[in-house]
Nanobody, 115 residues
Framework: QVQLVESGGGLVQAGGSLRLSCAASGSIFSRSTMGWYRQAPGKQREVVALVGYGGTTSYADPVKGRFTISRDNAKNTVYLQMNNLKTEDTAIYFC?????????WGQGTQVTVTS
């Protein structure tokens, strides 16, 4: 079973940057689609960005041009570089891995953006 451990969350002012990291255990990482999701208080979890095993990326409209997802298969790690953060980006951010047709999740890391 794959385990995902996120890090890099924190408190930042609007306009600032953060870089999230997610380390995965197991040997399937390099063959799997990875993603970052987020959940704000009172809202449903939503996709932020995805990266396929070949490196193809996709982004939710609210973060396009500001966030960049990347992966390092040698380190079993996926990253989310977040620039020009806005208060509406405040949420718990979850790393996820697609295994077969099912997503598995990390424990999440809090990102808080203040005005």
């Amino acid at each position: 079973q794959v385990q995902l451990v996120e890090s890099g969350g924190g408190l930042v002012q609007a306009g600032g940057s953060l870089r999230l990291s997610c380390a995965a255990s197991g040997s399937i990482f390099s063959r799997s689609t990875m993603g970052w999701y987020r959940q704000a208080p009172g809202k449903q979890r939503e996709v932020v960005a995805l990266v396929g095993y070949g490196g193809t990326t996709s982004y939710a409209d609210p973060v396009k041009g500001r966030f960049t997802i990347s992966r390092d298969n040698a380190k079993n790690t996926v990253y989310l570089q977040m620039n020009n953060l806005k208060t509406e980006d405040t949420a718990i951010y979850f790393c996820a891995i697609l295994v077969g047709q099912n997503w598995s999740w990390g424990q999440g890391t809090q990102v808080t953006v203040t005005s």
